[in-house]
């Protein structure tokens, strides 16, 4: 989802790579392979991750969580 979002964002024909992460959230190393895109995400104010200082990347995501 992380991925699909910031493309949307941006150009989506452009090779948009973003900056590498710096370990904003407990939960996601930084050889996470989506790791730069969760940051962005957060960078861009699309997430605030669940709670604690984490993100969550392996847990599911409602249509309703989406929606916000």
Do not use: H
Not at 12 to 25: N, R, S
Request: aromatic residues 10%; proline residues 7%.
């Amino acid at each position: 989802v992380a991925v699909a979002v910031i493309v949307a964002l941006y150009d989506p024909a452009a090779a948009y790579t973003p900056p590498a992460a710096t370990g904003i959230f407990g939960d996601v190393p930084l050889n996470y392979w989506a790791a730069s895109w969760i940051e962005e995400l957060a960078k861009e104010g699309v997430t605030s991750g669940c709670g604690n200082g984490n993100y969550c990347p392996e847990d599911s995501l409602t249509r309703a969580q989406m929606a916000v």
